[in-house]
């Protein structure tokens, strides 16, 4: 059965009931005009939105409706995380071609109502639209901080230190694998399919002010320097060496000849978060590992005073960092 | 200049120097990973999301990029005026083909911008993706009510009074006036064009405990008595002969052989309030009315015991509510 046969509000209903029960503090949750929720005292508010489109950040070919599903969630929770927010709610947007199955989009909402419960996250309302185009997932997130411990692009400093959450490469790499008929196999292929939104580490850094700053990688580790570096007006310098590259991707890279350290520095993705930390927050640093030890921080370079200097170190040789993913531009 | 030509980051710093200056309890807005939010003590968070989608809610033929741009905020704050909510942010989330100009884009932020501003609207962030395919204009609004003073569409009760602010049928017969060529001139253009979301009508309903019950008519009258009554599990009985139709519409229809009233209980797009009045709410109703006299209110009906009656009553004569629109059905 397809989303044009079913109807809207019969479609409706099977999400529905779909969906996990909301926590108390939803107080009026999906199918009214708006939802009603009730944060803490003394908490921040933090909402974010961020749209998954078929034919730009997936392909039905690679994806299931699941992991697109995981995925329009993850992308918000990374976000949230990357303020150092609790999450809390969602609400879902979809934007629905006519021919889609009904399966597939209850497929859909399973993969993000998984997220969404290993999370404590209420989907507590949405939209459903028809659309001649592509399917387009539209979610937006709200979370809560305690005041002044949120984290923004404009905490950094020279002198701070960079560090990195997990690996990066690997949504990249697996991509190209899918791509090329690779098969199913690597890791690479389930950090393109379902990345991992870092919500606890980010959750962790904020309450113990170990960071001044915080992004997450959506678009790659050349592009989130670009970003944090513009937003704190500092420089930066990279150790190429040190880079925790994804090990699957840098054997897929080396094995077709294509520099690793290039391809993951520029590769989009893998919702990994970066960090601006004081030399003074060692302390800090160390309490928070000890409760995340999942996934590790790796110490990639430091903030510097020119914000013109956007600098990778490899060998003892520097170069320009390279250009980031854009999604609009011509390349 | 395309979309495609200037990339997403030149696109971005256009768009935020279009907006208006946030409000105070916006501490961090557009630009971050999300926004972070301070809504005022013993309040209660009121969140929604609507998107607009290119040839199914708008035709670039009929609207205006600044059309489209205060439709697409208008509609979420009606959702959030139904639920009595004053609203404070919203997010912008847009979905763009490669191909629009940048300065259309400019111009739909303009025309938010514009409503978001008459309502003390912060746009607080947001997000830019591109697409192969339709414009999709999604916006996610949020805003605040005193503990229990918000209306859900569960709150009616048989024997409550339906009120309905305002006129219908004026955008339904909008549209049809601009497919038929029939000139700018009419007023139920600019309905169908620029709907007027009934944001001070809605708090004030709520604030005074006038209603007990609220919905806004984005799919109609006939949807909107539909939902609020499978809601509260009541009938409804709706006298044919007392609702308040726009004038230009019933001259349009009537000129045509269309039975106006039929036409205008069917057709989408006002943006009314309906609301659930119990009959000792009359002093709570007559205080909201001196306050707030533009819509006006117009006592259309009575919610009934029995859920599966929904009757139109005319010259005497019961007849079934015609159905509603829905988006999805063939028809």
């Keep these: 059965m397809t989303v044009a046969e079913i109807g809207e509000h019969a479609l409706l209903a099977r999400i529905l009931a779909r969906l996990p029960r909301p926590s108390d503090s939803v107080l009026v949750g999906p199918g009214d005009d ?5 944060p803490g005292r003394n908490e921040r508010l933090v909402v974010t939105t961020d749209a998954v489109v078929e034919g730009v950040h997936f392909s039905r070919a690679y994806s299931s409706p699941a992991d697109v599903g995981h995925r329009a969630l993850a992308v918000n929770l990374s976000d949230l995380a990357a303020m150092a927010a609790t999450p809390r709610w969602a609400l879902l947007s979809l934007v629905l071609p006519g021919s889609w199955l009904v399966a597939d989009v209850e497929d859909l909402v399973d993969g993000m109502a998984a997220l969404a419960g290993r999370h404590g996250v209420s989907i507590a309302g949405g939209n459903i639209t028809r659309t001649e185009g592509p399917l387009v997932v539209d979610v937006t997130a709200g979370g809560e901080a305690p005041p002044r411990r949120w984290l923004t692009r404009g905490g950094a400093r020279a002198g701070h230190d960079i560090y990195l959450s997990g690996t ?78 994804d090990p699957g991707a840098r054997e897929w890279w080396s094995h077709r000849g294509i520099d690793p350290v290039i391809a993951a520095v520029r590769g989009g993705d893998d919702y990994e978060l970066l960090f601006a930390v004081p030399p003074k927050s060692g302390g800090a640093l160390r309490s928070v590992r000890r409760h995340v030890s999942d996934p590790p921080l790796t110490r990639i370079g430091v903030f510097t005073k020119d914000p013109l200097a956007l600098v990778i170190e490899r060998a003892g040789k520097q170069d320009a960092l390279p250009e980031g993913f854009e999604h609009f531009a011509h390349r």
Tied chains: 1, 2.
């Design 168 to 245: 990066i490469g690997g949504a990249a790499a697996g991509l190209e694998m899918l791509k090329s008929g690779a098969g199913d196999a690597s890791n690479c292929i389930v950090r393109h399919r379902r990345p991992d939104p870092r919500v606890r580490l980010g959750m962790a850094m904020g309450r113990a002010r170990a960071a001044k700053a915080a992004m997450d990688l959506s678009d790659g580790l050349a592009d989130g320097l670009r970003q944090i570096a513009a937003a704190s007006r500092v420089g930066v310098r990279i150790d190429g060496d040190s880079l925790p590259i």
């Design 34 to 38: 708006a939802a009603v929720l009730a």
